[in-house]
């Protein structure tokens, strides 16, 4: 398939990590080993020129990575795949916990229409910011271990429990409503969803 200048594509490639044990996690040289560690990874990038992808990354950047497309495949990592079967890994180890089943698969270049980045989260002050009125909100309360998750909403000024619509008068400086923001790379740019 061809792809034109600009087109938003997802591909894979094999990803090894394998190395000594003691480099990895730094235990103690008699446990030290080598640790193998080859799987796939699903990488999202935009044609920059003719038969090549550069990856974009989970927060919307050029990587400067780039990828050589040839015949409609990637070769390089045709070619690391083929080289890890023949050590004598199956192709199931190498694409468990993916959706992964063939090489075909493997090798598929898939044209999208935009590429999901990762989601941001803020955090607002309950005793000073607020939510559109009557909308369900997260509240997080900061404790010494992790937070606490509830579901509240504003009404004419008044904070509510959601569930019992009864009123919240126990607020701190500790609690904060949150806002997640979706972010998506389409046509060269970042765009945010916000969903309160």
């Not at 996690?25 to 193998?36: A, D, F, S, Y």
């Not at 935009?46 to 950047?61: A, C, D, L, P, Q």
């Amino acid at each position: 398939m061809e792809f034109k200048i600009g087109s938003l594509v997802k591909f894979n490639v094999v990803t090894d990590d394998s190395g000594w044990a003691a480099d990895k996690w730094g235990v103690e040289p008699q446990l030290n080993k080598w640790i193998t560690e080859i799987y796939t990874e699903e990488l999202f990038g935009e044609i920059v020129r003719r038969n090549t992808i550069e990856v974009i990354n989970s927060s919307g950047k050029r990587t400067g990575k780039l990828y050589r497309m040839q015949n409609g495949i990637i070769q390089s990592e045709s070619a690391k795949l083929r080289s890890i079967r023949d050590m004598g890994m199956g192709l199931d180890d190498i694409f468990e916990g993916s959706d992964l089943k063939t090489v075909k698969d493997f090798q598929t270049i898939t044209q999208v229409s935009l590429i999901e980045l990762s989601t941001k989260w803020e955090h607002y002050s309950c005793l000073n910011e607020f939510p559109p009125i009557g909308r369900k909100v997260n509240i997080w309360e900061k404790q010494n271990i992790g937070r606490v998750l509830k579901e509240s909403a504003y009404f004419d000024g008044v904070w509510k429990d959601f569930k019992t619509n009864e009123p919240i008068e126990h607020f701190t400086e500790n609690h904060q409503w949150q806002v997640t923001k979706r972010r998506i790379f389409i046509d060269g740019q970042i765009f945010i969803q916000e969903n309160i």
